[in-house]
C-alpha cells in the first residue's frame, strides 16, 4: 500500500513539473512573435525613431537663427541636438584646439573662407549631401567641405542723427572711411574672430593688391574706435547710438531695422564690395557622424533655408528652389567684386598674422 502511494504521489509530481515547464515554453514563441513585429517596424520606420541620436552643433548664425533651426531639425528628425553659438573665427579656434577629441561634429553658419582655412588643416570632413544638386557650384566645394546656407553683401552702416548732427554724409566709398571726422568713430570686429571682419580685410586687399591693400588697412586701424568680437555687433552699436559707423553684412542691418533701430541707415562702397557665403560643414572626427550628415541634409533643403526670414535673417539663398526674403531683394542689385573665395581662404592664416604685426592688435575676449 505505501508502495502505490509512493508512487502515485511520483506521478502527480511529475505532471506538475511537465505543466510547469510546458508553459514557459509557449512563452518565448509569443514573445519571439512580438520581436520579429518589432524588428519589421523599425525598419520600415522613418530614421528619426530608429535610433537615438545626439548631435552637438556649434553655430556662427544670429542666436535666434541658430536656436530655431536646432529646434526645427530636432523636430524634423527626432535627433536630440544641442546648439553653441560662436563668432566664425572662435569655432575656427575651438576645433583647431579640440583636433584630437572634438565635442562637436556640425559647424554651422559662418563664413566659407574660415571652412576653406578649416579644410587646409585637415579639419573637416568631406561630405556630399543629396541635397546638394541644389546648390549651384559657386556655393560649394567640389569635394564636399563645405556647402553654401546663403549669401549676404559686406558694407558700410551709420547713425543717421550723428551724421546729421555733424553735417556729415554715409561715406560712400572705402576710401571714405579714411576722411578725418571718422577718426576714432569706426566700430568693427576683429578680423581674427570674425568671419565677417575677415572678409573686408580680403576685400581691401583684394581691390588694392596685397601692398597697397595692407597700406590701406594700416591707415583705417588709425581711424577704428573698438574691434568687437562678433562681426554682428558693430551694426547693433549703431542702432543704439553707441558708435557712429561700422563695417558689417547688410542683412543684419536690415534685422535691425526691423528691431526698431531707425536710425541705422547703410550702404554699400561704389567700387564694389565682398559678399560671404554661410556655410554649413562637419567638423572631422566627430563624435555623431551620422546625425551631422542628416543635419547636412537638413540644413541644404529649401524648407530649412525659408526658416531664416521667420527670425530676422535675410541673407540671399544657395538651394536654387528656395525662395530668398523680400527684404533682401533691396540689395539685389549691389556692385560686387569678383570675390576669390579660396584664395581668401587659402591665405587667411598669413593675412591676419600681418594683420596683427602692423596694427598691433590682439584678440577681443568680449
Excluded at 514573445?31 to 525598419?43: F, I, L, M, N, P
Excluded at 530608429?50 to 553655430?59: F, G, H, P, Q
Aim: hydrophobic fraction near 40%; glycine fraction near 10%.
Amino acid at each position: 500500500m505505501k508502495k502505490i502511494v509512493a508512487l502515485l504521489l511520483v506521478l502527480v509530481l511529475s505532471m506538475g513539473m511537465f505543466a510547469g515547464c510546458s508553459k514557459p515554453a509557449e512563452e518565448p514563441e509569443a514573445t519571439g512573435a512580438e520581436s520579429t513585429e518589432s524588428t519589421e517596424s523599425t525598419d520600415a520606420t522613418p530614421v528619426e525613431t530608429k535610433k537615438d541620436l545626439k548631435l552637438t552643433v556649434y553655430a556662427g548664425l544670429m542666436e535666434d537663427h541658430a536656436l530655431m533651426a536646432v529646434k526645427e531639425f530636432e523636430k524634423a528628425t527626432g535627433v536630440k541636438t544641442e546648439m553653441v553659438r560662436m563668432s566664425g573665427g572662435e569655432i575656427f579656434a575651438r576645433i583647431q584646439a579640440e583636433k584630437e577629441n572634438p565635442s562637436a561634429s556640425v559647424w554651422y553658419g559662418g563664413g566659407a573662407l574660415t571652412f576653406i582655412n578649416a579644410d587646409n588643416e585637415g579639419l573637416l570632413e568631406h561630405y556630399i549631401s543629396p541635397e546638394a544638386v541644389n546648390i549651384p557650384d559657386q556655393f560649394k566645394d567640389a569635394d564636399g567641405a563645405w556647402t553654401g546656407i546663403y549669401s549676404g553683401y559686406l558694407g558700410i552702416e551709420g547713425n543717421k542723427q550723428w551724421l546729421e548732427e555733424n553735417n556729415l554724409e554715409l561715406p560712400k566709398t572705402w576710401d571714405d572711411l579714411l576722411k578725418p571726422e571718422f577718426k576714432g568713430n569706426i566700430v568693427i570686429a576683429h578680423p581674427g574672430s570674425s568671419s565677417t571682419a575677415y572678409n573686408f580685410l580680403a576685400t581691401i586687399v583684394q581691390l588694392k593688391g596685397e601692398e597697397e591693400g595692407f597700406k590701406y588697412l594700416q591707415k583705417f586701424n588709425e581711424q577704428v574706435r573698438q574691434y568687437t568680437k562678433s562681426g554682428s555687433a558693430p551694426g547693433r552699436m549703431v542702432g543704439m547710438g553707441e558708435a557712429p559707423i561700422a563695417i558689417g553684412f547688410l542683412h543684419d542691418a536690415i534685422k535691425y531695422q526691423e528691431e526698431g533701430y531707425k536710425d541705422l541707415i547703410f550702404t554699400t562702397a561704389e567700387e564694389g564690395t565682398g559678399y560671404e557665403i554661410g556655410a554649413v560643414g562637419i567638423i572631422k572626427d566627430g563624435p555623431d557622424q551620422e546625425a551631422a550628415r542628416m543635419f547636412v541634409d537638413w540644413a541644404l533643403s529649401k524648407e530649412a533655408q525659408e526658416l531664416g526670414k521667420t527670425v530676422g535673417s535675410y541673407q540671399f539663398l544657395t538651394n536654387k528652389n528656395a525662395n530668398p526674403p523680400e527684404q533682401a531683394m533691396t540689395l539685389k542689385d549691389t556692385a560686387l567684386i569678383d570675390y576669390d573665395f579660396v584664395w581668401a581662404g587659402d591665405n587667411r592664416s598669413a593675412f591676419l598674422e600681418k594683420f596683427m604685426e602692423l596694427t598691433k592688435t590682439t584678440l577681443p575676449t568680449e
